[in-house]
C-alpha cells in the first residue's frame, strides 16, 4: 500500500481553533515547538517546574510565554504536549497531569516509550496521540523560520473524541512539518525505530569512529591527522550523501581509490547478526527495560563510561584540533 504523506493543504489547522496547547517542558523540542506553534497562530502556554538559575521557567519567560506549573497548565488547556525528558515524564505524570486531566483533553507525546512500555496508562477519555519531527528542536525552530519544516509522524494510540488523527496533524501542521511532509506510524515502530537507529546508527557510527582514530594512533600516526581522518573527513561528506544519494556520491563525487575501498571492504567492518540480534531486543523490550533500570539506579554505567570517554586521547585530541584548525 501506498504510503500517505500529509502536506500542508491536507491538514486543517482550525481544528485547533479556540483550543489552547499547552507545552509541558520547555527543552530542547518544547521550546522549539512551542515558538513554532505560536507562529503559526495557535494559542500557547508553557508549563514547567518552579524556577531555578537557567532553568526552562526562566528561558519561558524570556521569549514571552505565560508559564505556569504543570498541574496548572494541565488544567488550563486542551491540547497537552509532553516535551519533558523521557525518564522524568512518569514521576511528573503521576505527580501533576494525570490528576488533573479531563474527559476531551488530547495527551501529545513527542517519542512514544512510556506509552508503548506503560509507564503511562492515560484515561480512556482522554486521546493519546504522537507528532515527531525528526530533528533537534533548534533545527526545528531553524527550518521554520526559513519558511521549511522538518518531515515528522505523528500516530493514535487511543481515539477518544473521534478526531485524534486530525488533532495531531494540526499539531504537526502548527509546528512546521507538513510543510516537508508528515506520515502516519504506530507508537511501536515510532519508539521502537527511534531506539534502534540510537543503539545502530549512533552507538555503531561513534565507536567505528574512536576505533578508527584508536588504530591509526597505535600505528604510529599523529593523533591531529588521525582526528581528522576519523571524525571530520566523515562530516564533509554525511550531507552529500543525503542531498544527492550514497550512490551519486561513491561514483561521481569520491575518488576510484574510495569507491573501491567502500564496496570491497565496508561489508567486513559491519557485523550484520548483531544488528539483527539488537532489533531484536529492541522488539523484544530487552534494551528498554535495561534502559528503565539504569535511569532507576541512577546510571551508574552511564557515569562510569562517561568518564572513561572524556578522559580518553580523541575527547583531548579533538578539543586541541579545534582550537588550531577551527570548527
Ligand atoms: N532532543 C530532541 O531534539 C528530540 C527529538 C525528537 C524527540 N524528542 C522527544 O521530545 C521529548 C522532550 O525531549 P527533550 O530532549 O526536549 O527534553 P529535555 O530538553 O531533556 O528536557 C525537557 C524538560 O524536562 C524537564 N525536566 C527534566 N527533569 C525533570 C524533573 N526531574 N522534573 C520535572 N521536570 C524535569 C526540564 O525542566 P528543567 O529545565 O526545569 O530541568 C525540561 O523543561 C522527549 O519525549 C524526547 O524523546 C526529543
Redesign the pocket.
Known amino acids: 500500500m501506498e504510503e500517505k504523506i500529509y502536506r500542508d493543504d491536507d491538514v486543517d489547522l482550525s481544528v485547533l481553533d479556540g483550543r489552547t496547547i499547552a507545552v509541558i ?8 515547538q512551542a515558538a513554532n506553534a505560536r507562529d503559526s497562530g495557535c494559542t500557547v502556554i508553557v508549563g ?2 518552579p ?2 538559575a ?4 526562566e ?1 519561558a519567560e524570556k521569549d514571552g510565554f505565560e508559564v505556569l506549573d ?1 498541574a496548572e497548565a494541565v488544567r488550563r488547556a486542551e491540547v497537552l504536549l ?8 512518569p ?2 505524570y503521576a505527580s501533576d497531569i494525570a490528576s488533573n486531566l479531563r474527559a476531551g483533553q488530547t495527551l501529545c ?3 512514544g ?2 506509552v508503548l512500555y506503560g509507564s503511562i496508562e492515560p484515561p480512556d477519555d482522554v486521546n493519546t496521540i504522537l507528532f ?9 525552530r531553524e527550518k521554520y523560520l526559513e519558511g521549511e519544516g522538518v518531515y515528522g509522524c505523528v500516530s493514535v494510540d487511543h481515539d477518544a473524541t473521534g478526531n485524534a488523527l486530525e488533532i495531531a496533524l494540526a499539531v504537526s501542521k502548527a509546528v512546521g512539518s507538513t510543510r516537508a511532509g508528515v506520515v502516519n506510524l504506530s507508537f511501536q515502530h515510532e519508539t521502537e525505530g ?1 531506539n534502534f537507529e540510537e543503539q545502530i546508527l549512533y552507538g555503531g557510527v561513534i565507536h567505528l569512529i574512536r576505533t578508527c582514530f584508536r588504530t591509526m594512533v597505535e600505528n604510529g600516526y599523529p593523533p591531529s591527522f588521525a582526528y581528522a581522518k576519523s571524525i571530520r573527513s566523515l562530516r564533509s561528506v554525511i550531507d552529500v550523501m543525503d542531498e544527492h544519494g550514497i550512490e551519486d556520491y561513491l561514483t561521481g563525487r569520491s575518488s576510484r581509490t574510495c569507491e573501491f575501498a567502500v564496496r570491497t571492504r565496508g561489508p567486513r567492518v559491519i557485523n550484520e547478526e548483531a544488528v539483527r540480534e539488537i532489533f531484536r531486543e529492541t522488539e523484544e523490550g530487552r534494551f528498554a527495560s535495561e534502559w528503565m533500570q539504569e535511569w532507576k539506579l541512577g546510571m551508574p554505567r552511564i557515569h562510569r563510561l562517561r568518564r572513561t570517554a572524556a578522559e580518553s586521547l580523541m575527547e583531548k585530541t579533538g578539543n586541541e584540533w579545534r582550537e588550531q584548525f577551527g570548527k
Do not use: K, M, W
Open positions: 517542558g520547555y527543552g530542547i523540542q518544547g521550546r522549539a514547567t517546574r524556577a531555578s537557567g532553568s526552562s521557567r528561558r504543570y509532553i516535551e519533558l525528558a523521557d525518564p522524568v515524564q514521576e511528573v507525546f513527542c517519542h516509550f512510556n515527531v519531527p525528526n530533528a533537534p528542536g533548534a533545527f526545528v527511534d
